[in-house]
């Protein structure tokens, strides 16, 4: 459930600082693209300062459309997709002229006081990163999903977070379930013992593993992970519209039903790679596919094309099942009107 809220983060691809929040923003630095113009003001709605937006930034690190700290991953995404990006796909952050005393303290929720900090270069460059992602397996309050006995905990879970994560509160919510899921999982086991091994659940596995090696043997399971990587890069990040994710829909069938049938399997590692890889061109797809079900923008979701948020529509979960033909099969369920008990959390 709600796969569609991943997060990301402006990280530093070339040079120091570290990008991703402290104090760096409130310097007030100037983003430049590959020409060396600077180009955050024009994205800026009227009325809304770079001086204002880089202050919301330093509240959290990862993209969120709650506040107006948005701008500056709209802006940097939107610059690199139209070329402006450099050699290495990034954009300059330029301190020069920047008066290092004006930096504010970092805030404790993110790092230990410090004396003092050091600038290290004057120009680096930056880009985003995924950082974590909000959904996953929809479990009870005690960790179970759907599957009976099947039992998740952490960042592989839909969270009590909603759209949003900001202020490290998977730390706690790791800890807290972690534990509830562990001693439940543990008394499970207990009550239940051994079972004999069901030999008809072998059968879609084994389908599903000769599917693979019988191509041409042509193909590379590292450059279908490369190819969803430029892909998901392009149309997943920070800003995303429908013919985008339809590009990138179009692009994962593609890479798993045409390419990765094509890799070559030599040996046990080659088959795990490739179940890898289908996994996440798997994933890549869902995500997109329900990027482009929720047709508003919230938390770090952000569509070009339906920029405001609804909670009228979508104040909502969106959950995912295969249906008959192994394809996925969307329902939208209320905020905690679950008939089965599960927690359900809507984004907020």
Same mark, same amino acid.
């Given at each position: 459930?709600?796969?569609?809220?991943?997060? $990301?983060?402006?990280?530093?691809?070339?040079?120091?600082?570290?990008?991703?929040?402290?104090?760096?923003?409130?310097?007030?630095?100037?983003?430049?693209?590959?020409?060396?113009?600077?180009?955050?003001?024009?994205?800026?709605?009227?009325?809304?300062?770079?001086?204002? &937006?880089?202050?919301?930034?330093?509240?959290? $690190?990862? $993209?969120?459309?709650?506040?107006?700290?948005?701008?500056?991953? =709209?802006?940097? /995404?939107?610059? =690199?997709?139209?070329?402006?990006?450099?050699?290495?796909?990034?954009?300059?952050?330029?301190?020069?002229? &920047?008066?290092?005393?004006?930096?504010?303290?970092?805030?404790?929720?993110?790092?230990?006081?410090?004396?003092?900090?050091?600038?290290?270069?004057?120009?680096?460059?930056?880009?985003? @990163?995924?950082?974590?992602?909000?959904?996953?397996?929809?479990?009870?309050?005690?960790?179970?999903?759907?599957?009976?006995?099947?039992?998740?905990? #952490?960042?592989?879970?839909?969270?009590?977070? #909603?759209?949003?994560?900001? #202020?490290?509160?998977?730390?706690?919510?790791?800890?807290?379930?972690?534990?509830?899921?562990?001693?439940?999982?543990?008394?499970?086991?207990?009550?239940?013992?051994?079972?004999?091994?069901?030999?008809?659940?072998?059968?879609?596995?084994?389908?599903? =593993?000769?599917?693979?090696?019988?191509?041409?043997?042509?193909?590379?399971?590292?450059?279908?992970?490369? @190819?969803?990587?430029?892909?998901?890069?392009?149309?997943?990040?920070? &800003?995303?519209?429908?013919?985008?994710?339809?590009?990138?829909?179009?692009?994962?069938?593609?890479?798993?039903?045409?390419?990765?049938?094509?890799?070559? =399997?030599?040996?046990?590692?080659?088959?795990?790679? &490739?179940?890898?890889?289908?996994?996440?061109?798997?994933?890549?797809?869902?995500?997109?596919?329900?990027?482009?079900?929720?047709?508003?923008?919230?938390? @770090?979701? $952000?569509?070009?094309?339906?920029?405001?948020?609804?909670?009228?529509?979508?104040?909502? @979960?969106?959950?995912?099942?295969?249906?008959?033909? #192994?394809?996925?099969?969307?329902?939208?369920?209320?905020?905690? /009107?679950?008939?089965?008990?599960?927690? /359900?959390?809507?984004?907020?």
């Amino acid at each position: 459930m709600n796969i569609e809220f991943m997060q $990301y983060m402006v990280r530093e691809v070339k040079g120091t600082p570290p990008m991703g929040g402290g104090p760096w923003w409130t310097l007030n630095p100037v983003l430049r693209n590959r020409n060396g113009e600077e180009f955050l003001q024009k994205y800026l709605p009227a009325g809304i300062t770079v001086e204002e &937006v880089y202050e919301q930034r330093t509240h959290h $690190y990862p $993209y969120s459309t709650r506040d107006i700290s948005k701008w500056l991953d =709209i802006a940097i /995404q939107c610059e =690199i997709r139209s070329g402006n990006g450099n050699e290495r796909n990034a954009i300059y952050v330029d301190f020069s002229g &920047v008066d290092i005393t004006t930096a504010k303290p970092a805030r404790p929720q993110h790092h230990p006081p410090v004396e003092g900090i050091e600038l290290g270069d004057e120009i680096i460059d930056i880009a985003h @990163s995924a950082h974590a992602i909000n959904g996953g397996i929809r479990v009870d309050e005690f960790g179970e999903s759907t599957v009976p006995g099947l039992f998740a905990v #952490g960042e592989t879970i839909a969270g009590p977070h #909603g759209a949003d994560r900001l #202020g490290g509160g998977m730390l706690a919510a790791c800890n807290v379930f972690g534990k509830r899921a562990g001693e439940k999982a543990a008394e499970r086991a207990r009550s239940e013992g051994s079972r004999e091994f069901n030999e008809s659940a072998l059968e879609p596995v084994m389908n599903r =593993i000769n599917q693979f090696g019988n191509g041409s043997g042509e193909g590379s399971w590292f450059d279908v992970r490369k @190819s969803l990587k430029a892909t998901a890069g392009n149309s997943l990040i920070a &800003v995303r519209s429908a013919n985008l994710l339809e590009q990138m829909r179009d692009n994962c069938s593609t890479l798993r039903y045409e390419q990765l049938l094509d890799v070559a =399997i030599d040996n046990r590692q080659d088959l795990l790679r &490739v179940l890898e890889t289908d996994n996440l061109v798997f994933t890549a797809d869902l995500m997109a596919l329900t990027a482009l079900h929720r047709t508003e923008s919230r938390g @770090s979701h $952000y569509r070009e094309d339906h920029p405001e948020r609804s909670d009228e529509n979508w104040d909502k @979960s969106i959950f995912w099942k295969l249906g008959a033909d #192994g394809e996925p099969q969307p329902t939208a369920g209320k905020y905690r /009107q679950d008939p089965e008990g599960s927690i /359900q959390v809507a984004p907020v």
